[in-house]
């Protein structure tokens, strides 16, 4: 059903560019939280994989990167806006906490991230059809993604055998409320931007006029007040 939408989305090269380039910097990030997470981790086989995992997000970073250059070598100016949303990328640790979560806790949530990116990526390889190389890139990536995804499992099936289906459920909760979040944020910018523009150009011009009428009546130069006046110390003028 999304697959229009999409279609429309990753039509231009420049806005195509402008989306891999914020891929990038979001996978940077999470390749940077999940070093952080290996050196949490007491877990021996979890550091390893962590750390695993973070070259791969490194390496996805740097593929993201070097292809939107290729597509847009001048750089693309502007925001992507809207495609932010719909083609949100690989949330990684989505802003955890890395230090104050539980081992169970950030495998339950890289295991929904990791889901969610193999899912997008597979739909972003059927709308890239007429460009083959970035296509491609989401292939390669895909797989890797999908390792992700099935490593967080089992290892959460290792760690926690009877309750790892709750973990992933709590894990999913705090990723709807994060979605609720943003979502209110985005909300929120924009009905400020709408009260701002109307105050701007509504409420504001008729003061602006009066003043300048106020302005018109003013005499140019000092003024002299009276004797009493002046005295008073009670007061500034
Ligand atoms: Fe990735
Ligand atoms: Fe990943």
Redesign the pocket.
């Known amino acids: 059903m999304m697959s229009p939408i999409q279609r429309l989305v990753w039509a231009d090269a420049a806005r195509r560019a402008r989306i891999l380039l914020r891929f990038a910097s979001v996978?940077a990030d999470?390749g940077r939280d999940l070093v952080r997470a290996a050196e949490a981790t007491s877990d021996p086989i979890l550091r390893t994989l962590f750390l695993r995992h973070a070259a791969?997000?490194a390496r996805?970073a740097t593929l993201f990167r070097t292809r939107a250059q290729a597509l847009a070598p001048a750089g693309s100016a502007g925001t992507d806006g809207a495609s932010a949303w719909l083609a949100p990328g690989?949330r990684g640790l989505d802003d955890v906490q890395v230090e104050a979560e539980t081992d169970r806790d950030l495998l339950a949530f890289l295991h929904l991230s990791e889901k969610a990116?193999a899912r997008d990526f597979r739909s972003y390889v059927g709308v890239l059809a007429r460009d083959p190389g970035t296509q491609a890139i989401f292939e390669t990536?895909g797989r890797?993604?999908v390792f992700?995804m099935t490593y967080t499992l089992k290892q959460l099936k290792r760690l926690d055998p009877k309750r790892h289906r709750w973990a992933i459920w709590r894990a999913r909760l705090k990723r709807l409320w994060r979605a609720y979040l943003r979502l209110a944020g985005a909300i929120g910018a924009v009905f400020g931007a709408i009260v701002l523009s109307v105050e701007y150009f509504i409420v504001l011009p008729p003061f602006a006029l009066l003043d300048r009428g106020a302005l018109r009546r003013e005499t140019p130069g000092w003024r002299p007040i009276d004797d009493a006046r002046a005295r008073d110390l009670s007061r500034q003028y």
Request: aromatic share 0%.
């Open positions: 996978e999470g791969d997000e996805h690989e990116a990536i890797d993604e992700h």
